[in-house]
């Protein structure tokens, strides 16, 4: 099977970051932002968002739209 086109794998990826970041920020945000410097509040908030998006959303994605992204 050939990997899915550059593209598709940009809109999945788009479509899984946008909702984990806007409820991690909606829920989370107030205490995000009482963390300094700003270094250490980003490596937080990636330590979160990355292994979310390696291990759980790209992966049900995939499965979701397996069809349209491997077309």
């Known amino acids: 099977m050939k990997p899915p086109k550059k ?3 940009a809109i999945l990826i788009w479509i899984a970051i946008y909702p984990i970041i806007t409820l991690m920020f909606t829920f ?3 205490v995000f932002m009482q963390i ?3 270094p250490l509040r980003t490596l937080l908030i990636t ?3 990355v292994p979310l998006m390696v291990f759980v959303a790209i992966p ?3 499965k979701l739209m ?3 992204l491997y077309k």
Do not use: C, R, T, Y
């Open 28 to 30: 989370l945000g107030p």
């Open 60 to 62: 049900l994605l995939q």
């Open 7 to 9: 593209w598709k794998m």
């Open 36 to 38: 300094n410097p700003l």
């Open 47 to 49: 330590a979160i968002v």
């Open 66 to 68: 397996a069809k349209w």
